[in-house]
C-alpha cells in the first residue's frame, strides 16, 4: 500500500516537471513572437502605410473576418476609383506574415 503511494508521489513529480519544463519552453520562446511584431511593423510602415495611414484608419474594416482580410492582402482587390490594392502574394508576402500584417492593422485600429 505504501509503496504504491510513493510510486504515485514519483510519478507526479514526473509530471510537474515536464509541465515546468513545457512552460519554460514556453515563456523562452515570447520573444521570438515579439520579433514577428516588430517585422510586421516594419512591414506595415514600408509597404502599407503610405495608402492605409499610421492607425489603419484608411480603408481598412476592421470589423471583417481575419480570413477575408488576410485574402485581400495575398491577393489583391481591384478599388472602384485607383489605387487599388496590391496583390502581395506575388510580391513575396507569405501567409504568416498576412496574417501578422492583418492582427497589427487591427490592433493599431482599436
Ligand atoms: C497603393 C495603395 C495600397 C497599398 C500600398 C496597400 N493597400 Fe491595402 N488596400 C488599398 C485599397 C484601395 C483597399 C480597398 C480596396 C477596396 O475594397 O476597394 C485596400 C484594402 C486592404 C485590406 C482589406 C480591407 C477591407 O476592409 O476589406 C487589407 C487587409 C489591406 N488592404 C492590407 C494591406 C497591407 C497589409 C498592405 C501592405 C503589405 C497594404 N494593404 C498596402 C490600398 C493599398
Known amino acids: 500500500m505504501m509503496k504504491i503511494s510513493i510510486t504515485r508521489w514519483k510519478k507526479s513529480a514526473l ?8 512552460a519554460t519552453f514556453l515563456i523562452t520562446s515570447v520573444p521570438a513572437r515579439t520579433g514577428t511584431n516588430d517585422d510586421s511593423a516594419a512591414l506595415y510602415k514600408a509597404k502599407c502605410f503610405a495608402c492605409h495611414g499610421a492607425t489603419a484608419e484608411k480603408k481598412f474594416d476592421a470589423t471583417k473576418a481575419d480570413d477575408e482580410l488576410i485574402q485581400t492582402v495575398l ?36
Do not use: C
Open 15 to 22: 509530471l510537474l516537471a515536464g509541465v515546468t519544463f513545457a
Open 75 to 110: 491577393k489583391g482587390k481591384k478599388a472602384e476609383k485607383p489605387p487599388s490594392m496590391p496583390g502581395y502574394e506575388e510580391k513575396g508576402i507569405t501567409a504568416d506574415q498576412a496574417k501578422a500584417l492583418v492582427a497589427l492593422m487591427k490592433s493599431l485600429k482599436h
